[in-house]
């Protein structure tokens, strides 16, 4: 079955070197329906690629929330 793939632009606080980067992506490939992501420690931010009805971009900044960084989608 085909899935949309949307792009959703996330900002992400609190990250400072490489390992919180690291942290960071970890938590994006474990959430639910992230198929892809890139993480910017330059930019304090992660675009992360999706399927559309699995998850939603507020469910993907709350997993990068639970790995201890403040997330909210741009």
């Not at 980067?21 to 639910?32: D, N």
């Amino acid at each position: 079955m085909f899935e949309k793939k949307l792009t959703a632009e996330i900002a992400v606080e609190g990250m400072h070197c490489n390992h919180c980067k690291a942290k960071v992506e970890a938590a994006l490939k474990a959430a639910k329906g992230v198929k892809k992501c890139e993480v910017s420690l330059e930019n304090a931010s992660a675009s992360v690629v999706y399927a559309e009805g699995r998850t939603t971009p507020e469910e993907i900044a709350a997993a990068v929330t639970a790995a201890g960084f403040n997330a909210n989608v741009k």
